[in-house]
Nanobody
C-alpha cells in the first residue's frame, strides 16, 4: 500500500511562494500518477496538478497554470508542488494522492490520499 505524507504548508503573504512536498513510499505500478488536490472549507475538492512518476509528464489546472509547478526528485521518492504568486484564493488544505491512471485530475482516479498540509495566504 502506497503511503503519502505531505509537508511544507504554512502561512505566506500574497505574492509569495511555497513549495509543498509529498513523500511517496511503498509505491507499486498501481501508483504511477501522483496528484495534488486542494480543498477549502465549504468547497469541493479541486484538482491542482498531476504527474506521471514514470514519464514525468504533467498536467496543471487552468487556475494554477503558470503559477504552480508539479515535479519529482531524481529518486522519484518525493513529488513537489512549487507555488508562486500565491493569492488568498489559494488558501486551502492541500493533499497529495496516488492512482493508477489516467493522467487526470478526477479524484475518482486516485485511491490513496495523504493527510494534507495547510496553506494560508494572507492579503
Amino acid at each position: 500500500q502506497v503511503r503519502l505524507v505531505e509537508s511544507g504548508g504554512g502561512s505566506v503573504q500574497a505574492g509569495g511562494s511555497l513549495t509543498l512536498s509529498c513523500l511517496v513510499s511503498q509505491y507499486t505500478d498501481g501508483d504511477i500518477y501522483i496528484a495534488w488536490f486542494r480543498q477549502s472549507p465549504g468547497t469541493q475538492r479541486e484538482g491542482v496538478a498531476v504527474l506521471s512518476r514514470i514519464s514525468s509528464v504533467t498536467f496543471h489546472s487552468y487556475s494554477v497554470k503558470g503559477r504552480f509547478n508539479i515535479s519529482q526528485d531524481n529518486a522519484k521518492t518525493t513529488v513537489f508542488l512549487q507555488m508562486n504568486t500565491l493569492n488568498p484564493d489559494d488558501s486551502a488544505m492541500y493533499y497529495c494522492a496516488a492512482g493508477g491512471g489516467p493522467l487526470s485530475l478526477d479524484p475518482s482516479h486516485f485511491h490513496t490520499w495523504g493527510q494534507g498540509t495547510q496553506v494560508t495566504v494572507s492579503s
